[in-house]
């Protein structure tokens, strides 16, 4: 007994499922894509923090690469006034807050506030924006980038490497440790929260 011929609606059929089954293998088999490093900070880490990892970045190295000049504040607190260099970097279509300490003593930092009129209790104060060049040579003792757009930590990882330790913060999320680098990266589920830099001595075992 003869079996009647397959339509040819039914080969159509056979034939689409088999696309679709050979396309699935095919997106099962592919590699993992690969993420493209972030160009600005290659050029920051020669350029930013491998002179901070040695102590020896400068206001006036760390000034010349962002959009403009910044601003300086001074941060008056009870265990110790700072003051700050605060800027933005505008790069690969990414936005980031700059913030910076400056090395200046105890002295100086005393006569810069009776200069300013503020003592330890009181609220930040901008300063000149003149005094950004003046003091140029004062060395940087860290550095903090917040991204305000989204940074996935692939974007970090592909640029810098696998990090030599991740830990878990108390607050949720990881620290990625670059000591090599100076370098540490707080992330939050996939994303960058903030990406703080030393120097290299303050990261090492």
Avoid: C, N
């Avoid at 079996?3 to 056979?14: A, S, Y």
């Amino acid at each position: 007994m003869k079996l009647p011929p397959l339509r040819v609606q039914h080969w159509l059929i056979f034939a689409g499922v088999a696309v679709i089954f050979f396309s699935w293998g095919a997106w099962l088999m592919r590699g993992p894509q690969t993420v493209e490093p972030l160009a600005w900070l290659q050029k920051w880490q020669t350029d930013i923090f491998d002179p901070l990892a040695a102590d020896q970045l400068s206001l006036s190295g760390l000034s010349g690469e962002v959009e403009d000049d910044g601003e300086l504040w001074l941060q008056p607190r009870l265990d110790g006034s700072r003051l700050l260099y605060r800027s933005e970097l505008q790069a690969d279509d990414q936005v980031w807050t700059v913030e910076a300490r400056i090395a200046l003593s105890d002295d100086e930092l005393t006569s810069l506030m009776a200069a300013a009129g503020v003592d330890e209790k009181g609220e930040e104060q901008p300063l000149s924006a003149q005094l950004v060049r003046q003091l140029g040579h004062y060395e940087i003792i860290y550095l903090s980038l917040k991204p305000l757009d989204a940074v996935s930590i692939e974007q970090i990882v592909s640029t810098l490497g696998q990090p030599k330790l991740r830990l878990e913060l108390k607050e949720g999320g990881q620290a990625l440790v670059y000591p090599q680098f100076g370098i540490t990266v707080h992330t939050l589920d996939d994303d960058v929260e903030l990406l703080f830099a030393v120097p290299q001595r303050l990261l090492a075992p």
